[in-house]
């Protein structure tokens, strides 16, 4: 279809002339129809056209593509013509300009096989012409062969393989250049439309040209690089990375089956040691008893609780072991400062004496020596040292007096050396007068005590331990209990507790322990006066004389002072009754040196009233 631009016909899908012109043709071709379409015809040498008749030696030489018959606008096929140089050397055919196909001849056939032409050119007799089967349908604008039968005009050229590509690395061979009397031809040879200047090969025997210096390589796409024949590369995966071969993945399979084996073997193993253990504990079938037991709870208790008192009070709680020539005990004491003093008492450290050894037990395990600072028999108190400790935690001193009866209590001790042992009950009296000790016949060391009693279970080796109220704080120390077998209440029999204790006031025991630290001593208050401890009635009666002779009321003592004579029965200290000289004693040294006191006096069957201030003796 002729659309007023001339179609470039492609060599595959134009179709080619059914014959050429005789020997005697003209190099001309000329056009059978003007502005037709016809096919390009090869024209033979200038020099001359080789064949029978010619008068020119059959020589070999370039054939020539001429033009189309139909004129320099008609549309067709370039025509291959012989070659110009009329010599027998080997030659290019030229393109001549195309041919239509009406004006060629019909009755000398063309070898489709061949580029050469038959007989057309005298090169050899004419072959008889191949018939081939008509197509199955007429050509389109496009001369495109149907499917499925081939081409009418010519068959597709071989496939040629390139060389075999060099190994990798190497460098790739040069090719050879072409002859020097080959021309080479360019793209534009076989475009439709005249041949440029530089496409006309010169002919045979001329000088050849120079041929213009190359042009510097230009650098090319890499779609350009692309080489059909090359070894096709490994696949690429979708992330741009290369695909593993086979024997990679092959590899990594087998690892990973390994690994996989081996973790399902440790999680066997440990699922089968779960078991196992399991088994063991609960027995391997049949009945199983699992008795049901209640899940775990915090261990923080209330603060009040006896638990929470205990918590805080064991780590300044500490077991005595004293050791002396003649004989040994256990007690306990608690820390009073930073500085290593510990408060006991006077029954435990005694056995010492002056050579003995005192070794001090912290709730934490470890232990110290310790010395004696100070003690007194009277109040049956003492204060020992520990030196070059660390970490010590004293212990809350409470108020006694804000104590009542009923109040909870705990008491901490180390009772027949079972150190760190906790106990509770409640403050069952108070102002208890006990006297504890005289088992040396002097009764000098009887400790006179106007004291907490408690059901709290203390036994021996509770002695010198702090007795708690509810916030953890010392109220008391444990110094005595009334005991079943011999009533003595010293503390010193093993018949056990039987609910009947009794403790330091720690108001009393403050007082004694700071003297005692300070001094190495402690002060006794006194009224000045001797009592006579064999009057069996109400009260206590001031004797007729003292221990050595002298008058029983002291001159210039704060009982004369106050008008006491002899024979003076005192039956109320401060508006409590006492029914003996033993709790006057005790009613005196539950107060300080300085104090003053309301005594009521019986005389001649007649009361009366006494204030006296309290005197001051050292170990009395």
Do not use: C
């Amino acid at each position: 279809m002729d659309e007023g631009t001339p179609t470039k016909a492609k060599w595959w899908s134009r179709p080619r002339p059914r014959g050429v012109s005789g020997p005697g043709a003209s190099d001309t071709p000329t056009p059978a129809t003007t502005g037709s379409d016809g096919d390009f015809v090869l024209r033979a040498p200038e020099d001359g056209v080789p064949g029978a008749g010619s008068g020119v030696p059959e020589a070999e030489g370039d054939f020539e593509l001429g033009a189309p018959l139909g004129g320099a606008n008609s549309e067709g096929d370039y025509e291959l013509t012989a070659p110009r140089d009329s010599s027998a050397a080997e030659g290019d055919f030229a393109l001549a300009r195309p041919v239509p196909a009406a004006a060629l001849p019909t009755d000398t056939p063309v070898d489709d096989r061949s580029t050469e032409p038959v007989d057309a050119v005298g090169q050899g007799p004419a072959e008889p012409a191949t018939v081939r089967p008509e197509p199955a349908h007429g050509s389109d604008s496009t001369s495109t062969p149907p499917y499925g039968v081939p081409g009418p005009w010519a068959p597709a050229p071989p496939v040629q393989h390139p060389a075999t590509a060099p190994a990798h690395g190497a460098a790739i061979p040069t090719p050879p250049p072409p002859p020097a009397h080959a021309t080479p031809v360019t793209r534009d040879t076989v475009t439709s439309g005249p041949p440029e200047d530089h496409d006309v090969p010169a002919p045979h025997g001329s000088p050849t040209p120079t041929p213009p210096e190359a042009p510097p390589p230009v650098p090319r796409a890499p779609w350009q690089n692309y080489d059909p024949w090359a070894p096709v590369p490994a696949p690429l995966q979708q992330t741009g990375a290369a695909v593993d071969a086979k024997d990679t993945r092959r590899r990594r399979a087998r690892r990973a089956l390994l690994a996989g084996a081996l973790l399902l073997a440790l999680v066997a193993g440990g699922v089968g040691g779960v078991v196992g253990a399991y088994l063991e504990r609960n027995g391997a079938g049949g009945d199983v008893v699992e008795l049901p037991q209640a899940a775990e709870e915090p261990r923080g208790r209330a603060p009040d609780s006896v638990a929470g008192i205990a918590a805080r009070a064991l780590p300044s709680v500490v077991t005595l072991h004293v050791s002396g020539a003649e004989e040994s005990g256990t007690g306990t004491g608690f820390v009073l400062d930073d500085r290593g003093h510990i408060l006991t008492n006077n029954h435990v450290v005694e056995p010492a004496g002056t050579d003995g050894e005192i070794s001090v037990t912290f709730h934490s395990g470890d232990t110290a020596k310790a010395t004696v600072v100070g003690r007194d028999s009277g109040y049956d108190l003492a204060v020992v040292e520990v030196s070059d400790v660390r970490g010590l935690k004293p212990m809350t001193l409470g108020n006694s007096d804000n104590v009542q009866v009923g109040d909870p209590v705990v008491a901490i001790g180390a009772p027949f050396d079972l150190e760190g042992t906790v106990t509770s009950g409640i403050i069952s009296a108070k102002e208890r007068p006990i006297t504890a000790g005289g088992e040396s016949g002097g009764g000098t060391d009887v400790s006179y005590v106007d004291a907490l009693q408690t059901d709290a279970p203390i036994n021996p080796g509770n002695s010198g331990g702090p007795l708690l109220d509810s916030r953890a704080r010392v109220v008391g120390i444990n110094s005595a209990i009334r005991s079943a077998d011999d009533g003595s209440g010293s503390g010193t029999g093993q018949a056990g507790s039987i609910g009947l204790g009794f403790a330091i006031p720690v108001n009393q025991a403050k007082r004694v322990a700071e003297e005692l630290i300070n001094t190495g001593k402690a002060t006794h208050p006194v009224i000045g006066v001797t009592l006579d401890m064999d009057y069996m009635g109400d009260g206590a009666r001031v004797g007729t004389k003292s221990s050595d002779g002298g008058p029983a009321v002291t001159e210039g003592g704060p009982g004369d002072r106050a008008g006491l004579e002899a024979g003076d029965v005192i039956t109320e200290v401060d508006g409590r009754r006492i029914h003996s000289g033993d709790e006057l004693i005790v009613k005196t040294r539950a107060h300080r040196p300085g104090d003053r006191l309301e005594l009521t006096v019986e005389r001649d069957g007649r009361e009366k009233s006494v204030s006296l201030v309290l005197g001051s003796s050292d170990g009395d």
